[in-house]
């Protein structure tokens, strides 16, 4: 395993990887989108009880999902980063912050559009929807403090900082409706005694949940080859103009 | 549409152009970011 994060340590390395692979990731992407959304909107039944509004977990879930793992990858990378001063490790951590940010956005959006036809309300300040609400809060605080600073190093360990403590919100967020009395339903497909979803459910379920992934990571390898053009390019900037200045 | 299908359409609305903007904003930095570097790298040469 160690091998493996030594090989991508070198950043063009990386790059070569991450330029050779994306248009890959992008099409896996583009062809479990289609097959979600097929299998969401056509070939899944309505619920018994919700009726067509149950349609909405597909998006609304996956992509919830994805803002906690999201969250996840960014915190192991601040552990890569703060111990073993990986140097890709910040990188990853920043260029992954936004992509969660709009993955916690969708699944306030839509859940909140879900609520109405089912709760009678948008919004409740119950443990579970505020949880979020504060991973939201703590995705828009990491990327707009590691704009602030101008020495990166600084700011990476300030925010790799941050995003250890913000850690602390996952369990919340995962355990707040067993906790708690809480109007958001308790979990239906990670838990300890199985998923309760119906198959035909969960097919579409799982097919957006990979889609949102494939999304994350297409995304990822984008955002991290902007930040290693826009370093190299700095570099090259500078020692332009110490060329400059010696000729 | 009825009502039901209503809240749908727009969750998957919302769901898709939020995921479309980030993408294409993504794409097109680095797309300048890229150019920028390769423009750079041409004059360095050209001087060289």
């Given at each position: 395993m160690?091998?493996?994060?030594?090989f991508?340590?070198?950043?063009?390395?990386f790059?070569r990887?991450?330029?050779k692979?994306?248009p890959?990731?992008?099409?896996?992407?583009?062809?479990?989108?289609?097959?979600?959304?097929?299998?969401?909107?056509?070939e899944?039944?309505p619920d018994?009880?919700?009726?067509?509004?149950v349609?909405?977990?597909y998006?609304h879930?996956p992509?919830?999902?994805?803002?906690?793992?999201v969250?996840?990858?960014?915190?192991?990378?601040s552990?890569?980063?703060?111990?073993?001063?990986h140097p890709?490790?910040?990188?990853?951590?920043?260029?992954?912050a936004?992509?969660?940010?709009t993955f916690?956005?969708?699944?306030?959006?839509?859940?909140?559009?879900w609520?109405?036809p089912?709760?009678?309300t948008?919004w409740?300040?119950?443990?579970?929807?505020t949880s979020?609400?504060?991973?939201?809060?703590?995705?828009?605080?990491?990327?707009?403090?590691i704009n602030?600073?101008e020495d990166?190093?600084?700011?990476?360990?300030?925010?790799?900082?941050?995003?250890?403590?913000?850690?602390v919100?996952?369990?919340?967020?995962?355990?707040?409706v067993?906790?708690?009395?809480?109007?958001?339903q308790?979990?239906?497909?990670?838990?300890i005694?199985g998923?309760?979803?119906h198959?035909d459910?969960?097919?579409?379920l799982?097919i957006m949940a990979?889609?949102?992934?494939?999304?994350?990571?297409?995304?990822?390898?984008?955002?991290?080859?902007?930040?290693?053009?826009k370093?190299?390019?700095?570099?090259q900037?500078?020692?332009n103009i110490?060329?400059?200045k010696?000729? | 549409?009825?009502?039901?299908?209503?809240?749908?359409?727009s969750?998957?609305?919302?769901?898709?152009?939020?995921?479309?903007?980030?993408?294409?904003?993504s794409?097109?930095?680095?797309?300048?970011?890229?150019?920028?570097l390769?423009k750079?790298?041409?004059?360095?040469?050209?001087?060289?």
């Open positions: 160690s091998d493996v994060f030594n991508l340590a070198n950043p063009s390395r790059k990887l991450a330029e692979y994306c890959y990731t992008v099409f896996i992407m583009f062809i479990l989108f289609l097959f979600g959304l097929w299998f969401s909107i056509y899944s039944p018994y009880q919700q009726g067509e509004t349609r909405i977990m998006v879930v992509a919830a999902w994805m803002a906690m793992m969250y996840l990858s960014m915190t192991i990378m552990v890569f980063s703060l111990v073993w001063r890709l490790a910040d990188l990853i951590a920043k260029s992954s936004p992509i969660g940010a916690t956005l969708i699944a306030l959006v839509t859940g909140s559009i609520g109405k089912t709760w009678g948008w409740v300040w119950d443990a579970r929807l979020v609400l504060i991973l939201f809060f703590i995705y828009l605080g990491h990327i707009a403090l602030v600073f990166e190093e600084k700011g990476a360990k300030t925010v790799a900082i941050l995003t250890l403590i913000g850690a919100n996952l369990p919340i967020i995962k355990f707040s067993d906790w708690w009395n809480t109007l958001h308790p979990a239906s497909v990670i838990k005694d998923p309760s979803i198959i459910m969960m097919i579409p799982l990979f889609a949102f992934l494939f999304y994350y990571i297409s995304f990822l390898l984008v955002n991290v080859q902007f930040e290693l053009n370093r190299k390019l700095k570099k900037y500078i020692q110490m060329r400059e010696n000729e | 549409m009825s009502n039901q299908l209503m809240y749908v359409f969750a998957y609305l919302f769901t898709f152009i939020i995921l479309l903007l980030l993408g294409l904003k794409f097109f930095s680095y797309l300048s970011v890229r150019k920028k390769s750079m790298e041409k004059n360095i040469n050209k001087r060289l």
